[in-house]
């Protein structure tokens, strides 16, 4: 019992290491925002809005996977443990005591998981939206113009006159 408290105590505290390099991207991610600032050209603009997008997806996806990782350690810690859960009772007092801290650890090292991640997860967003924003205000006159744009030919279609339609 004490050996599978470690391998899940490892295994869990793995998934967290296993990230914490690949989660420095986001800080040279937002170092793209002061490179948007300084571009010249819309191209260019495009081209780092495209590329931090990108980066705010993988480490989405990075993040969501060992979610799924942690979900699956933490069920198979439940599936392990839930005899001794349910048998609790009929250990002596000592062992008993053990066990709900064990338990009770492995529980609380989840949710703090689970915290970090979605912590995580809302910071993984930080470079697109910051992306969008700078964006829009350094552009604002083309946004409206492809808004006005849009607009134009969306409405101009529905004033077709239906006999246009019609064979």
Same mark, same amino acid.
């Given at each position: ?37 300084? %571009? ?7 081209? &780092?809005? #495209?590329?931090?997008? $990108?980066?705010?997806?993988? +480490?989405? /996806? *990075? ?50 998981? %689970? ?7 809302? &910071?993984? #967003?930080?470079?697109? $939206?910051?992306?969008?924003? +700078?964006? /829009? *205000? ?30």
């Amino acid at each position: 019992m004490a050996q599978a408290e470690i391998d899940y105590g490892t295994k869990l505290s793995g998934v967290l290491g296993d990230i914490a390099g690949k989660m420095l991207a986001l800080p040279i991610s937002l170092a793209g925002l002061v490179v948007l600032e300084k %571009t010249t050209s819309k191209f260019e603009g495009f081209i &780092l809005v #495209l590329g931090l997008a $990108v980066v705010s997806v993988v +480490l989405l /996806a *990075i993040l969501h996977n060992q979610m799924l990782q942690t979900e699956r350690l933490l069920h198979s810690f439940n599936v392990i443990f839930d005899d001794f859960k349910d048998k609790i009772k009929t250990y002596p007092p000592k062992l008993q005591g053990l066990l709900r801290i064990t338990i009770d650890q492995v529980d609380k090292q989840g949710r703090t998981l %689970t915290r970090t991640f979605r912590l995580l997860k809302g &910071l993984s #967003l930080l470079p697109i $939206v910051g992306a969008l924003l +700078l964006a /829009a *205000i350094k552009y604002w006159d083309g946004f409206v113009w492809l808004l006005m744009t849009i607009l134009s030919i969306v409405f101009s279609a529905l004033n077709v006159a239906p006999n246009f339609l019609s064979p």
